[in-house]
């Protein structure tokens, strides 16, 4: 779609030129959104609801990333197949890692191992059992009947989060709006918080590897690490045969673009981009507004036969 308009726009002489210099040219220039979600996790599109809307704003590729769990693939590829963007099946593995939540992207889990299903079914079940705890832990605080109210919240029997607690308490009025409870009650140190383990980064990383996907350290500037442990991170990452790093992602800053990019060539792992899309309303970036990779960061979907 992208040659045809090239070549529309420059003319036979620029269809001459040597193929690497449109591929280059392809890649650069394609609308590539990695990391999204639907409301088989926390965001609140149905499957095809976010191809559309992601068609829609010009995206040329885009992943269906949802957390710990991959049941919303099928219907994602069948809308990308009636509206023309390639769809990249993805998963979004939550890990814990010396005390702290990280999240590692699956990109490209064609044919998800049993390894893999197994392991997500594992952490759904873990999420379940956290559900319990944290509605425990509110109803302490005088929030009644959270936990059938968060159920009501999800788009998916299998799959609970905190974001739909969050939901939850913003319809009973607890609080104006998702970001407040996350404040006040749902953050580490917070009423609402449990801690919990959830798989290990050697886990996520195997999972992934076993599908045949690349795995990727999801918005690592989220992450309350300092310089020395984010390189620890990095490089323990990149031996257990992680791929690459977000480096553009909805909750980055411009300067945080630039310091990943350059950990990512420190540590020769790829740079990703995705927006981290959850609903229309209150995302950092909606789906496909995202800025390009800074110079110097090779793709992870540089070696992608992409159309
Ligand atoms: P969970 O995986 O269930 O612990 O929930 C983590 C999810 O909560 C993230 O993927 C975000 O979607 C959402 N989240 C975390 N912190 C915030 C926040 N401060 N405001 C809004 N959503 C948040
Ligand atoms: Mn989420
Ligand atoms: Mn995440
Ligand atoms: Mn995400």
């Known amino acids: 779609m992208v040659f045809m308009g090239l070549c529309k726009q420059e003319g036979v002489i620029f269809a001459m030129i040597a193929p690497y210099v449109l591929s280059s040219e392809l890649m650069t220039t394609l609308n590539i959104d990695l990391h999204t979600h639907s409301c088989i996790s926390d965001g ?45 099946s993805g998963v979004e ?21 049993a390894e893999l299903m197994a392991g997500l079914a594992g ?10 705890r944290i509605a425990a832990q509110l109803q302490r605080f005088g929030i009644h009947d959270s936990l059938a109210g968060a159920w009501q919240q999800t788009g998916n029997p299998e799959l609970i989060g905190r974001l739909h607690f969050a939901r939850f308490l913003v319809a009973s009025g607890v609080c104006k709006d998702v970001h407040s ?73 411009p ?26 309303e209150d995302s950092y970036r909606d789906v496909g507004r995202l800025p390009q990779l800074p110079a110097g960061c090779t793709p992870i979907w540089h070696d992608w036969a992409l159309n």
């Open 44 to 88: 609140v599109l149905t499957p095809s609801q976010l191809v559309t809307r992601a068609a829609e704003r010009g995206v040329d590729v885009l992943a269906l990333t949802d957390h710990d769990d991959v049941s919303g693939l099928a219907q994602a590829v069948e809308a990308a197949h009636a509206s023309g963007l390639q769809l990249i």
């Open 93 to 113: 593995i939550s890990v814990t890692w010396q005390s702290q939540t990280l999240h590692v992207v699956g990109l490209r889990i064609d044919s998800p191992s």
């Open 123 to 132: 952490l759904r079940a873990g999420r379940k059992d956290r559900a319990v």
């Open 181 to 253: 409870v996350f404040k006040r009650y749902l953050s580490k140190g917070k009423p609402g918080y449990v801690a919990h383990e959830w798989a290990t980064l050697d886990e996520a990383v195997g999972w992934i590897r076993a599908s045949g996907g690349q795995a990727v350290l999801a918005h690592p500037g989220r992450y309350e690490l300092g310089s020395g442990k984010m390189a620890s991170l990095l490089g323990l990452f990149s031996e257990l045969g992680g791929a690459g790093i977000e480096v553009v992602t909805g909750s980055h800053t």
């Open 255 to 280: 300067d945080q673009y630039l310091r990943f990019a350059r950990l990512a060539q420190q540590f020769k792992l790829l740079g990703s981009r995705g927006s981290d899309f959850h609903t229309p």
